[in-house]
């Protein structure tokens, strides 16, 4: 440290000195250093619940730190919330967009800040700078789409946009290819090298330590409310960092054994299914899922899979099609009914389908079982057994904080998934719909959840995993199918396909004419 610390804080973009942030029974942020460079890309990274989040939030002005110093570019500041920080160059895109459906790219991107002659609304003016801003820096959007007509790394470009037209120079991107193709990945890289070449500073938070290595200048690790290593992208490895973030050896590779499946036991036959706006989702699609077997559905969000899961778990009606479970005709059957058959649901969004956030996790851990035995005789819940039962999943699942007693909703989004994994899983299911089931966990959960998926797939049970993970994807399944709005676009075996395939299936493409353009080029090339 030079003497002056405040000449060497203006070396600094953002300069977080001993960071505390407290809630009730849970200390956040411990005492936390964070030191961005200016016109860097800074990855933040670590476990679900390490305090990534809750120290971004701090710089943003959501919340106010308990205790600890902000400063930008040397200068202390003092955030009293995200206009505050908005005024000081700090822009923030968050993994779930701030996006009006019905409202065109240009609309959002001034909505909040309006530019007025008069008293009246300068939208030429305002589509001009919009339009401008997308192709300095490659962020190719038409700006007078409606946001609902656009796919959604397009929509993506736009909160960044956002940030922009707002003056940031320090941006804040919170997972920011959860939602992407393999294409959009590389599309978004080359953005962010070019906000980087025009001095921008870019804190980058992620769980793909591939893509961190990737873009990275610096990294800093966080666990358990705590920094744990700071570590130039140069001078580390995925291996690495895994182990900081989690404190112990991981094993990054999934160790899938060969298996041979059994009978077809999931089929579907040409099933339609709606959306909430009465659209066809899902556009006569069939597939056959075998027992022992883990068929994975790739694809964007937004493609029909949602649908497709909730029709297959009695949550959404089947327009047309059959729906056969073991040989039975079960299409339209409701959820206890399908639950009672042994098809259990990991739902992608876990709020509204999977817990109960103001119950314990006691009761969370039983529920579609309440009514049933151990856990409820004559009509009455046994509190004992239910106890007895959570304990063990919390310990088998690691459940943090292990406290049976704790709301579910209290937990941190990862470890909230972790209750709904362990309920899941642990209910004996023959056939399991299992959608994003490692959604905003990290790598030590990941292993987990993976082995637990792997020991159902080798306990015989019929497993349909849709994730927009391609890596999980490819990793995980026997057999891939690419949903692109709402139908198939080819059916794939993983170490029969590249990356760049699949990416082209998510963007539109069937695979037959990928393979027939690969044919027709390599015949181009021999002549």
């Known amino acids: 440290m030079s003497s002056n610390p405040d000449l060497n804080k203006k070396d600094y973009a953002v300069f977080m000195e001993k960071i505390t942030k407290e809630f009730p029974r849970v200390l956040a942020n411990d005492k936390v250093d964070?030191?961005?460079?200016?016109?860097?890309?800074?990855?933040?990274?670590?476990?679900?619940?390490?305090?990534?989040?809750?120290l971004m939030n701090q710089l943003y002005g959501l919340y106010k730190p308990t205790s600890g110093e902000i400063y930008i570019s040397g200068e202390k500041v003092d955030i009293e919330g995200p206009k505050d920080a908005i005024k000081?160059?700090?822009?923030?895109?968050?993994?779930?967009?701030?996006?009006?459906?019905?409202?065109?790219?240009?609309?959002?991107?001034?909505?909040?800040s309006e530019e007025t002659k008069r008293g009246i609304l300068d939208i030429k003016k305002a589509r001009k700078e919009v339009k401008e801003l997308s192709e300095k820096y490659g962020l190719k959007v038409d700006v007078d789409a409606n946001i609902e007509d656009i796919p959604v790394g397009m929509q993506q470009r736009v909160e960044i946009i956002k940030t922009l037209y707002r003056g940031a120079d320090i941006?804040?991107?919170?997972?920011?290819t959860a939602v992407l193709t393999p294409q959009e990945i590389d599309e978004i890289f080359e953005i962010m090298d070019k906000l980087r070449k025009d001095g921008k500073t870019i804190i980058f938070i992620s769980h793909k330590l591939h893509e961190v290595m990737q873009i990275s200048d610096n990294i800093t690790v966080m666990r358990l409310g705590k920094v744990t290593g700071n570590v130039?992208?140069?001078?580390?490895n995925e291996k690495q960092l895994?182990?900081?973030?989690?404190?112990?050896?991981?094993?990054?590779?999934?160790?899938?054994?060969?298996?041979?499946?059994?009978?077809?036991?999931?089929?579907?036959?040409?099933?339609?299914v709606r959306d909430n706006r009465k659209l066809e989702a899902v556009r006569g699609i069939s597939f056959e899922i075998k027992k022992g077997e883990i068929?994975?559905?790739?694809?964007?969000?937004?493609?029909?899979?949602?649908?497709?899961?909730?029709?297959?778990?009695?949550?959404?009606?089947?327009?047309?099609?059959?729906?056969?479970?073991?040989?039975?005709?079960?299409?339209?059957?409701?959820?206890?009914?399908?639950?009672?058959?042994?098809?259990?649901?990991?739902?992608?969004?876990?709020?509204?389908?999977?817990?109960?956030?103001?119950?314990?996790?006691?009761y969370n851990m039983i529920m579609g079982r309440h009514f049933k035995e151990p856990f409820a005789y004559r009509g009455f819940l046994n509190h004992d057994e239910i106890y007895k039962y959570s304990e063990k999943l919390i310990k088998n699942f690691d459940v943090r904080p292990a406290?049976?007693?704790?709301?579910?909703?209290?937990?941190?989004?990862g470890n909230q998934q972790k209750v709904v994994i362990a309920r899941e899983v642990s209910a004996e299911p023959e056939f399991i719909a299992i959608a994003q089931p490692t959604r905003g966990l990290d790598v030590g959960a990941i292993e987990y959840v993976h082995n637990e998926i792997l020991n159902l797939r080798d306990n015989n049970v019929a497993v349909?995993?849709?994730?927009?993970?391609?890596?999980?994807?490819?990793?995980?399944?026997?057999?891939?199918?690419?949903?692109?709005?709402?139908?198939?676009?080819?059916?794939?075996?993983?170490?029969?396909?590249?990356?760049?395939?699949?990416?082209?299936?998510?963007?539109?493409?069937?695979?037959k004419d990928i393979k027939m353009s690969t044919e027709l080029e390599s015949h181009g090339g021999d002549k």
């Open 403 to 413: 406290d049976i007693t704790q709301n579910t909703g209290t937990l941190s989004g």
């Open 464 to 511: 349909l995993l849709v994730s927009m993970e391609l890596e999980e994807v490819l990793s995980l399944s026997d057999r891939i199918i690419v949903m692109y709005e709402g139908q198939i676009m080819g059916e794939v075996k993983p170490d029969e396909v590249t990356v760049e395939e699949m990416g082209l299936m998510m963007a539109g493409k069937k695979l």
């Open 232 to 236: 130039s992208v140069k001078e580390t």
């Open 88 to 112: 000081k160059g700090i822009g923030m895109v968050h993994q779930h967009f701030m996006l009006v459906d019905n409202l065109t790219v240009t609309e959002n991107v001034i909505l909040g």
């Open 295 to 362: 068929l994975g559905v790739a694809g964007v969000a937004g493609n029909g899979q949602t649908e497709l899961v909730e029709a297959l778990t009695g949550l959404r009606e089947i327009e047309s099609g059959k729906y056969f479970y073991n040989g039975k005709d079960v299409s339209n059957y409701n959820v206890r009914e399908l639950r009672e058959l042994h098809i259990t649901h990991i739902p992608e969004d876990r709020f509204r389908y999977a817990m109960v956030q103001e119950y314990p996790n006691y």
């Open 171 to 176: 941006l804040i991107l919170d997972e920011p």
């Open 34 to 54: 964070l030191k961005v460079k200016k016109g860097e890309i800074h990855a933040l990274i670590g476990e679900n619940g390490a305090g990534k989040s809750t």
């Open 242 to 272: 895994a182990n900081m973030m989690v404190g112990r050896e991981v094993v990054l590779r999934v160790d899938k054994k060969p298996k041979e499946p059994g009978d077809v036991f999931v089929k579907v036959d040409n099933l339609k």
